[in-house]
T-cell receptor
Framework: GAGVSQSPRYKVAKRGQDVALRCDPISGHVSLFWYQQALGQGPEFLTYFQNEAQLDKSGLPSDRFFAERPEGSVSTLKIQRTQQEDSAVYLC??????????????FGPGTRLTVL | DQQVKQNSPSLSVQEGRISILNCDYTNSMFDYFLWYKKYPAEGPTFLISISSIKDKNEDGRFTVFLNKSAKHLSLHIVPSQPGDSAVYFCAARGGNAGNMLTFGGGTRLMVKP
């Protein structure tokens, strides 16, 4: 079956532009996560959805970052007024079960955002 | 404050020998640990996991060991193959961290033929 897909794979933005990054999770997966991976570092948590509910957004670095999952499947991460420090790979992951459990998170290939 | 650390940024091993990747954590509330493997331009791929109630989990050539008292885990790959060359991330979940994964900085493994 299809894995997690993300689009675009690469995005170049001028400082101050708004960008929207899309994630298509594995069909039927109820949990969806966004992570940010800076160059040479491990992924860092941004936000978590269970179906359409955003249960944790504690990792979003500023109010310029906004995520949504209105129908409980596809999710969009939006960054307003991009800054150079937003340059990173944005990873989406999904998992099948709800709540606190040992389910595996499956990652997409990521979107590499470069802000000039 | 890095709660999960991989102190070796890189490791080089000869094909056929054992690769040992290490990971340390500070949050005693973590109760589930995972290893992911990442090739360039791809997302992390799940490799193996271990619950804190166990001290060892084995899957083919891959074995993860957990030492809770030392807050240390390691991934052993035996025998190492050139296709194992990738960046390996240790991750942890649990306690007040909820469902999110907390990752280490990664170790780049190079297996030489």
């Amino acid at each position: 079956g299809a894995g997690v897909s993300q689009s675009p794979r690469y995005k170049v933005a001028k400082r101050g532009q708004d960008v929207a990054l899309r994630c298509d999770p594995i069909s039927g997966h109820v949990s969806l996560f966004w992570y940010q991976q800076a160059l040479g570092q491990g992924p860092e948590f941004l936000t978590y959805f269970q179906n359409e509910a955003q249960l944790d957004k504690s990792g979003l670095p500023s109010d310029r970052f906004f995520a949504e999952r209105p129908e409980g499947s596809v999710s969009t991460l939006k960054i307003q007024r991009t800054q150079q420090e937003d340059s990173a790979v944005y990873l989406c992951a999904s998992s099948s079960r709800t709540g606190y459990s040992t389910d595996t998170q499956y990652f997409g290939p990521g979107t590499r955002l470069t802000v000039l | 404050d890095q709660q999960v650390k991989q102190n070796s940024p890189s490791l080089s091993v000869q094909e056929g020998r054992i690769s040992i990747l290490n990971c340390d954590y500070t949050n005693s509330m973590f109760d589930y640990f995972l290893w992911y493997k990442k090739y360039p331009a791809e997302g992390p791929t799940f490799l193996i996991s271990i619950s804190s109630i166990k001290d060892k989990n084995e899957d083919g050539r891959f074995t993860v060991f957990l030492n809770k008292s030392a807050k240390h885990l390691s991934l052993h790959i035996v025998p190492s193959q050139p296709g194992d060359s990738a960046v390996y991330f240790c991750a942890a979940r649990g306690g007040n961290a909820g469902n999110m994964l907390t990752f280490g900085g990664g170790t780049r493994l190079m297996v030489k033929p």
